[in-house]
């Protein structure tokens, strides 16, 4: 089950902040997070495991609502080189069929400019 | 650490022709996963391997298209005979098993089947 992102595309100006949303019907193991340039391989930003940790990488952080089944991302004083196309990957489990397996949203276009 | 290869970069077939993918994961990395990513959608997967066995291969369009990974290293993806619908990046990911992180992608196969 395809989890759904929102938005599905956002622009924002240079050090303004930004949040994406990625919710599924189906109880979630984790989420993880990537980023893709035009023309490029998806490159992982973070992962997040049930229990509802919050991480950080430079000025990009995540959060995983167990309860509600939904991750955010959370990107604050965007950079122009945060421009790409944002997929969350969800994993349901790690027994038995489909495990270590993502299934990955529609992506959410973030275009960021001067 | 060498990245995830994967060759061509671009092909472009006729419609009914056969097209092959080929895919080195990174050393060391025992699952190998194969994604076809639309234009403008999130990549889904085709076929997943954890050494030379396969683990899941239910969304892969059997009668057309077939993968193997022999010796459980470098993996080929092969399309026989394609559609105009396989018109799509062709991306392969590893990742150690257990994973404990993300997927490492390679650059993908740009197909453009006319």
């Known amino acids: 089950q395809q989890p759904v992102q929102s938005p599905q595309a956002v622009i924002l100006r240079e050090g303004e902040d930004a949040v994406i949303n990625c919710s599924s019907s189906?109880?979630?193991?984790?989420v993880h997070w990537y980023r893709q340039k035009h023309g490029e391989a998806p490159v992982f930003l973070m992962i997040l495991l049930k229990g509802g940790e919050q991480k950080g990488h430079d000025k990009i952080s995540a959060s995983f609502n167990e309860k509600k089944q939904q991750s955010s991302l959370y990107l604050t004083a965007s950079q122009l080189s945060y421009s790409g196309t944002y997929f969350c990957g969800t994993e349901f489990g790690h027994s038995g069929a489909g495990s270590y397996q993502l299934t990955f949203g529609k992506g959410t276009k973030l275009s960021v400019i001067p | 650490e060498a990245g995830v290869a994967q060759s061509p970069r671009y092909k472009i077939i006729e419609k009914r022709q056969s097209v092959a993918f080929w895919c080195n994961p990174i050393s060391g990395h025992a699952t190998l996963y194969w994604y076809q990513q639309i234009l403008g959608q999130g990549p889904k997967l085709l076929i997943q391997f954890q050494n030379n066995g396969v683990v899941d291969d239910s969304q892969l369009p059997k009668d057309r298209f077939s993968a193997e990974r022999l010796k459980g290293v470098d993996s080929t993806l092969k399309i026989q005979p394609a559609k105009l619908e396989d018109s799509a990046v062709y991306l392969c990911a590893s990742s150690p098993a257990p994973r404990n992180g993300g997927y490492t992608f390679g650059s993908g196969t740009r197909l453009t089947v006319v």
């Open positions: 189906k109880a979630l193991y984790s």
